[in-house]
């Protein structure tokens, strides 16, 4: 009986199976440098806030769900278009490249997971535009319909960002910091090697208590207690969390004599005055032991313009007319729904309306 020999591989089968062992290697490569979620920075983002699912939330709201699953499904590998979260993850992205290069070790690095009710068929069609823009995301939650707020402390997030106002209340009322993105009416070119990171002050930093004797006494009122209290601190807002693990991050690079090269940067972007309210603003950040690179007093004067100049990766505020401002001139806005100053808008008392008897 004659020996059967082995087919002889071709070269293009060769080179297919070093393709396929490249791949995984690169894969189980990356699951080791992944960080464990207690020591990482976890930000939580919303399908809809890392692409544009406009066309295909229209097909879900106005045909049902099992037209958009098919849809989703018929066009899995049709990468979607990028959406407002999209910039400023792939700088997270960045920066975690240049941590891994200084500690080859650390789990410290920002963890992105994508969180989202979609259905898991759709999935695919996620998993292959994140593959088609290089994004290193690994862990999912997919509710199928239901809503994900509820995973967001097991996933132990540091920021949720979402295009959904409703669930992203749910996640500041459980104590999680969290914003409501929004789509810039202009693109904006915004930087590849560092990460920029805008905050207001009162109502996203730091709890709405100023705020409140604005709003109820007026600006003399609140001028003459900002002085009194100078050197009390202000109680921490919903995003004073974020802005320390940023911090975190941030000494890392100074560590290593990276300071004035450090790809993050952190911008507080505020209606104070700085001579009437600026100084227990700066002392509240110093008594928690935190820097702000830039602190900008505009002493009212709209944002927007200035924020054109800094080109965060993200802006949070609390109020709506600074994210509009923002957003006519190309910032990409988070709003922060805490505080007094959701009840106004432009400083004008929104009237609930009269209940019918």
Known sequence: MSEIKPKEKTATEDNEEEKDWEAAKAFFDNLKTRPKPQYAVTIAVSSRTLFNMVAERKIFEDEGVEKYVAFQVEH??????????????????????????LYPDSEELFDIVLMTNNHAQVGVRLINSINHYGLTIERFCMTGGKSPIGYLKAYMTNL??????????????????????FM????????????????????????????????????DTFFEHEKQFENKPLAQGPLKCFLEALGKLQRKFYAKNERLNCP???????A??????????????????????????????????LLQKIRPHIFFDDQMFHIEGANELGTISAHVPYGIGQKYNKGKLIEEPKKKE
């Open 264 to 270: 993050i940067r952190t911008f507080l972007v505020t």
């Open 160 to 181: 949720y960002l979402s295009t959904t106002p409703e669930k992203v209340a749910e996640a500041i009322e459980a104590g999680i910091a969290a914003a409501t993105m």
């Open 76 to 101: 899995e590998n049709d990468p979607l278009k990028t959406g407002p979260a999209f910039p400023f993850v792939k700088a997270l992205m960045n920066v975690n490249t240049r941590l891994r290069k």
């Open 272 to 305: 104070r005055s700085a001579a009437s309210s600026g100084a227990r603003v700066l002392k509240t950040l110093r008594s928690w032991g935190l820097e702000i690179d830039e602190a900008l007093f505009l002493a009212g004067a709209p944002k927007g313009p």
């Open 184 to 219: 810039p009416k202009q693109d904006s070119d915004l930087s590849d090697t560092q990460l920029r990171v805008a905050f207001d002050g009162d109502a996203v930093l730091f709890s709405d208590e100023s705020e409140i004797i604005v709003k109820k006494h007026g600006l």
